[in-house]
């Protein structure tokens, strides 16, 4: 493998994560870290695999959806399901959640093949609207089924019923799925994103990569030279589902009792990882994590502030919106900022290396 500029960034990227994970440890391990804080590692680390999914879609692709939150419900829940299933069969912790692991993630990519097959037919507005209603729809159908077994079989509806026997209420309707084994980790959930971000990495440098990106760029054109838009933009979709599954699996084992609920799962929910892809840049993938770290973390660390903490969130949002996207901010950072400084002083060392 070539050793090139985008290997280095990308490298960079993972490090960055690796050198959080050391901090993070250490400081765990010394009694430096609050219980508020470790609370909210694993969380912090689903939403940044949930962005890196979404900027697949909405950076590398072009397109916008407003339905990830959908995808996370499916992954969540599917595995879950199978977790609460399978508690007490004696089958060892690692193993049921890899396992939990592949069906939430095999589930999400099912529904975002089957979702992207109507739903990428649109563009801009259209598909964001269907795919925000394909979001609700997931939340309010699981909020509203009531699935359990018993030594009649298994049963399912739309209005609570009452077990014969000896029996298990696996989805209580608006109640969930309880019982949940809690077997995600802050370390699970950092290798979860280390592997996201190189799967990610690996499609956006690859062919298919610079495929879909094409697509983004001018479908036109990109379908005049031979390049299957539809193929690429169903594989970009499904992945960035199955990714948003992934990062539901993390979500539902990082808790007892999952609920479909808006707080959890509902179009706020959506639109608040496509705030971290914007704020973090739209197509980057490193901006992407970052954003999702200090977006998530900064309004918890502000509850002391009551009433002034949204105030002061909001102001933080407009100020890294301004640096990232405004014209002159972008000139200043390439002018004055810090790969402009190293840039530079690379030059002079070549300037000088040619004299001697």
Same mark, same amino acid.
């Given at each position: 493998?070539?050793?090139?500029?985008?290997?280095?960034?990308?490298?960079?990227?993972?490090?960055?994560?690796?050198?959080?994970?050391?901090?993070?440890?250490?400081?765990?391990?010394?009694?430096?870290?609050?219980?508020?804080f470790r609370g909210l590692l694993v969380p912090l680390c689903y939403y940044a695999i949930a962005a890196v999914s979404l900027n697949l879609v909405v950076g590398i692709?072009g397109d916008l959806s407003l339905g990830h939150a959908g995808f996370m419900c499916i992954g969540a829940f599917s595995s879950s399901l199978f977790s609460v299933a399978?508690?007490?069969?004696?089958?060892?912790?690692?193993?049921?959640?890899?396992?939990?692991?592949?069906?939430?993630?095999?589930?999400?990519?099912?529904?975002?093949?089957?979702?992207?097959?109507?739903?990428?037919?649109?563009?801009?507005?259209?598909?964001?609207?269907?795919?925000?209603?394909?979001?609700?729809?997931?939340?309010?159908?699981?909020?509203?089924?009531?699935?359990?077994?018993?030594?009649?079989?298994?049963?399912?509806?739309?209005?609570?019923?009452?077990?014969?026997?000896?029996?298990?209420?696996?989805?209580?309707?608006?109640?969930?799925?309880?019982?949940?084994?809690?077997?995600?980790?802050?370390?699970?959930?950092?290798?979860?994103?280390?592997?996201?971000?190189? #799967?990610?990495?690996? *499609?956006?440098?690859?062919?298919?990569?610079?495929? %879909?990106?094409? $697509? @983004?760029?001018?479908? /036109? =054109? !990109?379908?005049?030279?031979?390049?299957?838009?539809?193929?690429?933009?169903?594989?970009?979709?499904?992945?960035?589902?199955?990714?948003?599954?992934?990062?539901?699996?993390?979500?539902?084992?990082?808790?007892?009792?999952?609920?479909?609920?808006?707080?959890?799962?509902?179009?706020? #929910?959506?639109?608040? *990882?496509?705030?971290?892809?914007?704020?973090?840049? %739209?197509?980057? $993938? @490193?901006?992407?994590? /970052? =954003? !999702?770290?200090?977006?998530?973390?900064?309004?918890?660390?502000?509850?002391?502030?009551?009433?002034?903490?949204?105030?002061?969130?909001?102001?933080?949002?407009?100020?890294?919106?301004?640096?990232?996207?405004?014209?002159?901010?972008?000139?200043?950072?390439?002018?004055?900022?810090?790969?402009?400084?190293?840039?530079?002083?690379?030059?002079?060392?070549?300037?000088?290396?040619?004299?001697?």
């Amino acid at each position: 493998m070539k050793f090139t500029k985008q290997t280095k960034h990308d490298l960079i990227t993972c490090g960055i994560v690796a050198a959080f994970y050391i901090l993070v440890t250490i400081l765990s391990a010394t009694g430096h870290l609050s219980n508020h804080f470790r609370g909210l590692l694993v969380p912090l680390c689903y939403y940044a695999i949930a962005a890196v999914s979404l900027n697949l879609v909405v950076g590398i692709l072009g397109d916008l959806s407003l339905g990830h939150a959908g995808f996370m419900c499916i992954g969540a829940f599917s595995s879950s399901l199978f977790s609460v299933a399978v508690k007490n069969s004696g089958l060892p912790s690692p193993l049921r959640f890899l396992i939990a692991l592949v069906i939430g993630t095999l589930m999400a990519a099912l529904f975002g093949f089957l979702i992207g097959i109507p739903v990428l037919r649109l563009n801009g507005d259209y598909l964001a609207i269907v795919t925000l209603a394909f979001g609700e729809i997931i939340k309010n159908f699981l909020s509203a089924v009531y699935l359990g077994y018993d030594e009649a079989g298994i049963h399912a509806s739309f209005k609570s019923f009452q077990l014969q026997g000896e029996g298990k209420m696996l989805i209580n309707g608006a109640m969930g799925i309880q019982g949940t084994p809690m077997d995600s980790s802050f370390t699970v959930a950092v290798l979860l994103l280390l592997i996201t971000l190189a #799967v990610v990495m690996n *499609i956006v440098n690859s062919r298919t990569g610079r495929a %879909i990106m094409a $697509i @983004r760029d001018n479908r /036109i =054109a !990109a379908e005049s030279v031979g390049i299957n838009v539809t193929s690429y933009k169903m594989l970009a979709f499904t992945v960035s589902a199955a990714i948003a599954g992934c990062a539901g699996v993390l979500f539902s084992h990082n808790t007892t009792t999952l609920t479909a609920s808006s707080t959890y799962f509902g179009y706020n #929910v959506s639109i608040m *990882i496509l705030v971290y892809v914007v704020l973090g840049g %739209i197509g980057s $993938i @490193r901006g992407s994590v /970052i =954003a !999702a770290a200090v977006l998530y973390v900064l309004p918890e660390m502000l509850r002391g502030l009551s009433t002034y903490r949204m105030l002061i969130y909001s102001i933080v949002l407009i100020v890294m919106m301004l640096i990232n996207w405004a014209p002159g901010a972008i000139a200043f950072r390439e002018r004055y900022g810090i790969m402009a400084f190293l840039r530079r002083r690379n030059e002079n060392r070549g300037k000088e290396g040619q004299r001697s």
